[in-house]
């Protein structure tokens, strides 16, 4: 896919540039595109609950956005950052000073102080894992997204034995950890098939997580009776006006019930959670501080839970090779993800294939504790990427492009040369 770098104008105008062209799109598609931009009244109300979806008592999400809201990251001086690093304990405060702009030239000091936490919490070591698509049918329509309902693209969804064989190939490599995604589709990718996937995956892998589309607290339960450890779900952007613009139909549109997932899947029993905004989409100070507040204030609901962060920039997807996170530099990515680390020293922090091999190798020396390998984003060809062998099988188009296409070996050799431990399982089933 060739990668157009977008021009000033493109990243500071509404969001145009995030808009599949529309020879793309049919007839009908394109006419029901024009209708959701220009008629804001056509469109769902995003804070209103579609049928079925589950409504939960808690204050999560009123602690998060109030902090969210009343961050103003123009006020915090070099004192303030200057202050939260001399601190034994990162306060939500410090939290906010170290993602200001007055930040950025500490990042040196950030980053000491995040290889210190993470050497204290996590040793030397990585945790390796890769992901598995087995659907890419969506019902959404989400401007950025590859798999988004009106983009044209080939779909597909595996069958039990395409999955079991395509999760041969990646256990047959080494890795002993698995992450199973699906577009956001029950029609085509019911919570009866990812569980059966989710017991596929339990006679190959040791931990099995999910990234699907949010469900109600009994469909999390029933898929970790399945085999699932652990729930991923990006929010995307926890600006809420953002989010309207940015998600124009579907079920995923309903901003509160994908708040709540990681809530639902702790108390349907999952192990751990993961959280993450996709960078780029809005202001990256302010998601960044929700996504650790999210995370924080979870945390202290639910002790015993694991949790993780990531911090996704955009990429180019089919047919839109313009998405691309301009406005989220390396440096500031790193700046993030120092600030996660000094404020949740406990909690893990994942950086995938979106990122390049160069700042993958040198996010695990500071701060980063898991990261992706032999990655594909596309349907049924591990095979391929695996073994090099063309086959004849059908595959499906990809939700965006890596940027870090190592195998898993290169990565285990990679991550070993750094003086690190790469790590495949760090937990048993007795």
Known sequence: MKHTEPTHAETTTNKSHFFIDSEYLSPKALETKHRL??????????????????????????????????????????????????????????????????AEPFLEQMAHRARLETSRHFGNTVYLFTPLYIANYCENYCVYCGFNCYNHIKRMKLTMEQIEHEMKIVADSGMEEILILTGESRTKSSVAYIGEACKLARKYFRMVGLEIYPVNTDEYHYLHKCGADYVTVFQETYDTDKYETLHLLGHKRVWP???????????????????????GLSDFRKDALASALHVYYLQRKYPHAEMSLSCPRLRPIINNDKINSQNVREKQLCQVLCAYRIFLPFVGITVSSRESARFRNGIIKIAATKVSAGVSTGIGDHETKYTGKETDGAQGDEQFEIDDDRSFDTMYRDIASEGLQPVLNDYLYV
């Open 257 to 279: 019930y994908r708040f709540d997932s990681q809530e639902r899947a702790l108390m349907g029993g999952m192990r751990g959670v993961a959280f993450s905004a996709l960078l």
């Open 37 to 102: 931009e220009t008629d804001p009244s056509a469109r769902k109300n995003l804070m209103e609950y579609l049928p079925g979806m589950e409504q939960i008592e808690s204050d999560i999400c009123r602690a998060v956005m109030s902090q969210m809201n009343c961050y103003d990251y123009s006020r915090y001086t070099a004192k303030d950052v200057k202050t939260a690093l001399e601190r034994p304990a990162c306060t939500i405060e410090d939290l906010k000073a170290l993602l200001s702009p007055a």
